[in-house]
């Protein structure tokens, strides 16, 4: 079971938007920030959002995210069949059960 | 441009010793105020970070397999490593090794490990 919370599985039809929900504690997204990962099919994670709502270079401002409290979400617009991958949010937890922490996965299906 | 490389045994046996390394290459191991992590993910499931290492040695291990695992850097070599020791069919994953900082970039391809007899 992952410290962060996301639901298993989001959808929506090419060109729409789509929301992926993160929520964790005080210990880790409450006082951490946030960054999220793209894990295309048969690939390593890739980095497309850090310090909670940052872009690195060469991610399209089609992705965006904010942080409220404990909770964080990922948006994607102007959905693409490329966009199908698993989405994961990660901060790191000040806990006695310290370090990085990630949340369980999200898969998103463009329909 | 950064990029990491794993390397080690892909098959592993039950109560053996899993050791795998992390090239660096395109910038230096030990500049700027990165650290290095592992992290895994078993077959059809989600992401397991693992522990960092500081090119000056320091480490931080997950609580949770703090007692199996050991980090280490070799500035000469540009490169840090891996030993996760008793393994069980439990540790059977994809191994990965990237560096952490506000987030965790790049990434290596990732190494599949399997613990098995």
């Known amino acids: 079971q992952s410290v962060l919370t996301q639901p298993p599985s989001v959808s929506a039809a090419p060109g729409q938007k789509v929301t992926i929900s993160c929520s964790g504690s005080?210990?880790?997204?409450?006082?951490?920030?946030v960054s999220w990962y793209q894990q295309l099919p048969g690939t390593a994670p890739k980095l497309l959002i850090y310090?909670?709502?940052k872009r690195p270079s060469g991610i399209p401002d089609r992705f965006s995210a904010s942080k409220s409290g404990t909770s964080a979400t990922l948006g994607i617009t102007g959905l693409q069949t490329g966009d199908e991958a698993d989405y994961y949010c990660?901060?790191?937890?000040?806990?006695?059960?310290?370090?990085?922490?990630f949340g369980g996965g999200t898969k998103l299906t463009v329909l | 441009q950064l990029q990491l490389q794993e390397s080690g045994s892909g098959l592993v046996k039950p109560s053996q010793t899993l050791s795998l390394t992390c090239a660096v290459s395109?910038?230096?191991?030990?500049?700027?105020?990165?650290?290095w992590s592992w992290i895994r993910q078993p077959p059809g499931k989600g992401l397991e970070w693992i522990g960092y290492?500081?090119?000056?040695?320091?480490?931080y291990y997950n609580p949770s397999l703090q007692s199996r695992v050991t980090i280490s850097v070799d500035t000469s070599k540009n490169q840090f490593s891996l030993k996760l020791s008793s393994v069980t069919a439990a540790d059977t994953a994809v191994y990965y090794c990237?560096?952490?900082?506000?987030?965790?970039?790049?990434w290596g391809q990732g190494t599949l490990v399997t613990v098995s007899s």
């Open positions: 990660g901060t790191w937890d000040s806990s006695l059960s310290a370090g990085g922490v």
């Open positions: 310090d909670n709502d």
């Open positions: 990237a560096r952490s900082g506000n987030g965790f970039d790049p």
């Open positions: 395109g910038g230096s191991i030990s500049s700027g105020g990165y650290s």
């Open positions: 005080s210990s880790n997204v409450g006082n951490n920030y």
């Open positions: 290492i500081y090119h000056s040695g320091s480490t």
